[in-house]
């Protein structure tokens, strides 16, 4: 039974930082690409980065790049997104997700997200 729990979300004022968290169960996390993904209010998903199982290589939006960054704790099937110099356009729902672990690139299973409101 996979179940992946976002938190760490809420109100920051632009400039901020926050850090998001995603806690796994249900499979063996060290084995899985995982994602961050993101839902601003009115629009579409927004892929955010990617992580490979070990943990060594990142790939990120160019939305993301230089201002969050994606980590993982494979002895706390924990998924991590630190975001710094947060602005307006960074409020959204934070979802993380699981690789399907078949050809990479496809999400199987999704959290019920985390809410992030920049504002002043």
């Known amino acids: 039974q996979v179940q992946l729990v976002e938190s760490g979300g809420g109100l920051v004022q632009p400039g901020g930082s926050l850090r998001l968290s995603c806690v796994a169960s249900?499979?063996?996390?060290?084995?899985?690409?995982m994602y961050w993904v993101r839902q601003a209010p009115g629009k579409g998903l927004e892929w955010l980065s990617t992580?490979?199982?070990?943990?060594?290589?990142?790939y990120s939006a160019e939305s993301a790049k230089g201002r969050f960054t994606i980590s993982k704790d494979n002895t706390k099937n924990t998924l991590y997104l630190q975001m710094n110099s947060l602005n307006s356009e960074d409020t959204a729902v934070y979802y993380c997700?699981?690789?399907?672990?078949?050809?990479?690139?496809?999400?199987?299973?999704w959290g019920k997200g985390t809410l992030v409101t920049v504002s002043s």
């Open positions: 997700a699981k690789d399907l672990g078949y050809d990479g690139w496809s999400m199987d299973y």
């Open positions: 992580i490979i199982p070990g943990g060594s290589i990142t």
């Open positions: 249900g499979f063996t996390f060290s084995s899985y690409w």
